[in-house]
């Protein structure tokens, strides 16, 4: 997308981890993972990234057809973006916890602690943000329903057979990814390195703008520093490279926004 300011124009980073890659696009990032010829796709960015994954795809040297799956972490319009396209175009599952179910179906209910309108104002580093994935389609994400549904420690069989690490509290179903040969882990928005809502870098929760209980998100954080994950890979935020448990040990001292 032309229009967007060069930090939130799409970029593929390959190799993250060997067969680990992450697509970002308007302040949202969604991941690839290879498991021989086949693919896992986590979350689904925004409707705008869709042939961006495309193009995604062929850089790496597959086609839509060796997309097994969709894995969504929780099912917030940012995280959803393309997940009809890719269920309905290319017949591929689309899997979550089933405490998300509702928000899949209507992606603009979901609980959050405190009034989205006032961000704007008391933390204006988060509007280049928010417009980007404005621009990107966020106001515009169509519903998703016949999810495949998962538990807390499930190991998934799609490509990757990542473990779900149940982290419930920017939604009540939110699941992290481990991909435990690989020491990866996909936190979602469990945690992230880039708050959209308020613009503030480094490890940290998301605001109660969009986090449906910030306290049973903090204390989410131990679950995610139990994984002993040497790679952290956010929703928002560029990948963290130095330990689940520092990632998650400096969210919890960041707190609440």
């Known amino acids: 997308m032309a229009g967007l300011p060069r930090r939130f124009q799409p970029t593929l980073t390959r190799h993250l981890r060997p067969g680990v890659h992450r697509l970002a696009h308007a302040g949202v990032s969604c991941y690839l993972i290879e498991d021989g010829p086949d693919v896992t796709v986590v979350d689904a960015a925004l409707p705008a990234t869709w042939p961006y994954l495309r193009q995604a795809l062929k850089a ?6 060796d997309v097994a799956a969709l894995v969504l972490t929780h099912a917030h319009f940012d995280h959803l973006g393309f997940a009809r396209r890719i269920q309905d175009d290319w017949g591929v599952p ?3 916890h089933p405490a998300e179910r509702t928000i899949a179906a209507h992606p603009y209910r979901y609980a959050h602690e405190n009034p989205r309108a006032v961000y704007p104002l008391r933390h204006p580093g988060g509007v280049p943000v928010l417009a980007a994935m404005a621009a990107a389609g966020a106001f515009a ?43 990866v882990l996909l936190s979602g928005d469990a945690l992230v390195t880039l708050d959209p809502y308020t613009g503030f870098i480094g490890p ?9 209980d910030s306290a049973q998100t903090l204390d989410s954080l131990q679950a995610v520093a139990d994984t002993d994950a040497d790679l952290v890979l956010p ?23």
Do not use: N, Q
């Open 204 to 212: 940290r929760i998301v605001a109660g703008a969009a986090t449906a």
């Open 141 to 183: 994400v169509p519903g998703v329903e016949g999810l495949v549904e998962f538990g807390p420690g499930d190991a998934l069989d799609v490509p990757g057979r990542p473990r779900v690490v149940f982290t419930p509290g920017h939604t009540f179903g939110h699941s992290a990814l481990l991909l435990e040969d690989r020491s």
């Open 94 to 96: 689309v899997y979550a």
């Open 60 to 65: 790496l040297s597959h086609d839509p057809s």
């Open 235 to 257: 929703g928002h935020g560029e990948p963290w490279r130095t330990g689940a448990a520092a990632a998650a040990a400096l969210a919890k001292a960041a707190g609440r926004s």
